[in-house]
């Protein structure tokens, strides 16, 4: 990447440090275990298998209930249940406490998932192998099926109520890894991801494990937002000595030992095995795991209400594009990860002290020579990781040493306006004679990229929109449907539809089309032939 560019890129993340608006916290992601990284979602989608995974109810002792009653969550990753640290139910759904009629115990679950319970009535001693067929006959021809039915009447009902009602409730853990946190942690949280197709109606939630746990957790304030995060697998998917009771152990391995541990507390409520399609790492083939990973943030929550008055400053085509979509990511925006595991890009302009106590951020490789007393001639990793600035604090404390994440690539994309032509190290006048933009087009896929973080970066340094105009487009599909792919061939080579039928009928063909409303075309090249039978 150029030089300058990446020098304004450093000045963009610079003055937004300054302005306050820049944090360390943690951003959830597919995680590969066998590569020791970080995916993008892009990745993380390309090798999903059929897996068969363990799946079991844990019942989770309600503080003080008098029917000494168990919330009973659902998972299919028994690792993360060392690292609970909330229980999450829907706040408009409609809850049981139930008590089995044969085994005594007393649950809390969703009316809804109720057959979801095992049944634990006791198999009747039949003599000789005969069989009762009055009772062998007794689900009938058209019944929706015999398990609800023997499953609810299993159970007494002994309370109903909302889900809303329960936030707050205090329980027991099934681990006491994380018992420091229990003044914030173990208690009941709302929030509509939940969902009643599958489970109980109520999530176990483990924050450095789950980016919807990640999210309820810290809206919740049982997580901090800033703070660290105890991550209690290390990077080659192995619990820490955090978890010392299966320290060491791979995650993915250490399933059965964990589910037989809560069975020796009693808290097993049913288990299992589930077929299901699970992503795996393109490249090492091993299961993605999510875990939280430390990044660098971009307040953009901060800004959410000048995002939306500058987004009504400006004009777009078509206009719906504007007040539904992008209004819409903008109004439920949230803060920026801005920095990848990476080694090629533009690196974080951020020294650090071996402490942590003082942080130090590049505006300049001017500054950088300054407070390094070493030449830069390049800003890519290999070129400047080795390079150390004293501490201000005195000698006694060292040296700060760069952090090694590099940019997320759309924060340069972003960064355009500035960097390309190397401002304010250069061109100030032009700049500033020629900006807001006249005029941006792209596809509409860069609502959520390009368009968003143009914004979003312009108005944390001017205050203002970054452009006046946009044209969107959408997007060109193979005739499938799908994304046109190398990989695939799934569409037909443009040349050869060139070639065929002239590139005028091409043009028309497009122009034509629902792209220029900003709506998905589905290419085939009969199109094009129709262009020319009508047109020619």
């Known amino acids: 990447m150029d030089l300058n560019f990446m020098e304004s890129v450093w000045w963009v993340f610079a003055q937004i440090y300054d302005k306050g608006l820049v944090y360390k916290g943690f951003k959830v ?31 989770f002792p309600i503080l003080g209930d008098s029917d000494e009653a168990s919330f009973v969550a659902w998972t299919t990753t028994p690792w993360t249940l060392p690292s609970h640290l909330a229980l999450c139910v829907n706040a408009n759904f409609t809850y049981l406490k139930v008590r089995n009629k044969y085994s005594k115990q007393v649950y809390v679950v969703a009316e809804s998932r109720l057959s979801a319970l095992p049944n634990d009535k006791p198999k009747e001693n039949v003599p000789n192998g005969s069989v009762d067929s009055k009772k062998s006959n007794s689900k009938s021809k058209g019944s929706s099926g015999g398990k609800k039915e023997a499953v609810d009447s299993s159970y007494e009902v002994l309370q109903k109520m909302l889900g809303a009602s329960l936030v707050g409730t205090k329980y027991e853990p099934p681990f ?7 003044d914030v942690a173990f208690r009941v949280v709302a929030d509509n991801y939940v969902t009643d197709d599958s489970g109980t109606g109520i999530v176990h939630c483990a924050p450095a494990f789950g980016e919807d746990d990640y999210r309820v957790c810290l809206e ?4 901090n937002k800033g703070e660290t995060l ?15 009771d299966f320290s060491k152990c791979y995650v993915k391995n250490a399933d059965k030992d964990i589910i037989e541990a809560v069975k020796r507390k009693g808290r097993l409520v049913k288990s299992g095995t589930i077929m299901h399609s699970y992503p795996h790492c393109p490249r090492s083939k091993t299961p993605l795991i999510q875990r939280a990973v430390p990044s ?6 901060q800004l959410k209400e000048k995002l939306l008055e500058n987004n009504k400053q400006t004009y777009w085509v078509p206009d719906f594009v504007k007040e539904k979509r992008f209004h819409n990511w903008l109004e439920n925006a949230r803060d920026w990860a801005v920095s990848r595991s990476r080694f090629w890009g533009t690196p974080l302009p951020v020294w650090i002290s071996e402490d942590g106590e003082e942080i130090e951020v590049m505006d300049s490789i001017k500054k950088l020579e300054e407070r390094s007393g070493v030449k830069v001639f390049d800003l890519h990793r290999h070129n400047i990781d080795h390079i150390t600035i004293p501490s201000r604090r005195g000698a006694q404390f060292g040296v700060l040493r760069r952090i090694d994440d590099v940019f997320d690539c759309w924060f ?7 960097a390309y032509i190397h401002y304010p190290f250069e061109n100030v006048e032009l700049f500033e004679k020629n900006f807001l933009g006249n005029f941006v087009a792209e596809g509409l896929d860069q609502t959520r990229g390009w368009f968003y973080t143009l914004m979003v970066l312009f108005t944390a340094l001017f205050g203002k929109p970054a452009f006046q105009n946009l044209i969107c487009n959408g997007l060109v599909l193979a005739e499938d449907g799908k994304k046109m792919s190398k990989s695939l061939k799934n569409y037909p080579p443009p040349i050869d539809v060139i070639d065929q039928y ?10 034509n089309s629902p792209v220029v409303r900003a709506e998905p075309l589905r290419f085939k090249k009969e199109g094009v032939y129709g262009v020319v039978k009508d047109v020619f």
């Open 230 to 244: 105890i991550v209690a697998v290390d990077e080659d998917g192995c619990f820490t000595e955090k978890i010392t």
């Open 296 to 301: 660098w943030f971009i307040r953009v929550e």
């Open 220 to 223: 919740n304030k049982v997580i």
């Open 412 to 418: 340069e994309s972003g960064s355009m306006p500035y």
């Open 502 to 511: 002239g590139a005028d009928a091409v043009r028309l063909c497009l122009i």
């Open 176 to 182: 006491d890894y994380f018992k420091e946190f229990s």
């Open 29 to 59: 992601m597919p995680y590969s275990t066998g590569c020791k990284t970080p995916l993008s979602n892009f990745e993380a989608n390309q090798d999903y298998k059929d897996v068969p995974d363990p799946e079991v109810m844990v019942a």
